[in-house]
């Protein structure tokens, strides 16, 4: 059984940082692109990052370039999101998700778990 469990979310001050884990379990880590899509009350989806199955690309939404970074670490079947210069639009809740490779859109996923809320307010 496919399990992505996603964790690190709070509440952050306008200018903070955060830093998001997905532990993942049930599938064979190193054969999927794993990506972080977040949903706003009242928003749609929107995909975030991904970073495809042997790390060597990356891709970002254009309104988290340069803020956000995102790492796979294979050894421990983890993805992180490192997201620094946190604004109130990053308000969301952000899931984890894989797929062979990196969707064009966050609709595509194969698989995603239960998010895990960020709140950037002051």
């Known amino acids: 059984e496919v399990q992505l469990q996603a964790s690190g979310g709070g509440l952050v001050q306008p200018g903070g940082s955060l830093r998001l884990s997905c532990a993942t379990s049930?599938?064979?880590?190193?054969?999927?692109?794993i990506g972080w899509f977040r949903q706003a009350p009242g928003k749609e989806r929107e995909g975030v990052s991904c970073?495809?199955?042997?790390?060597?690309?990356?891709y970002y939404t254009d309104s988290v370039k340069g803020r956000f970074t995102i790492s796979r670490d294979n050894a421990k079947n983890a993805v992180y999101l490192q997201m620094n210069s946190l604004k109130p639009e990053d308000t969301a809740v952000y899931y984890c998700?894989?797929?062979?490779?990196?969707?064009?859109?966050?609709?595509?996923?194969?698989?995603w778990g239960q998010g895990t809320l960020v709140t950037v307010s002051s």
């Open positions: 998700a894989i797929d062979r490779v990196c969707p064009k859109s966050p609709f595509e996923y194969d698989y």
């Open positions: 970073i495809s199955s042997s790390g060597g690309s990356t």
């Open positions: 049930g599938f064979t880590f190193d054969d999927y692109a």
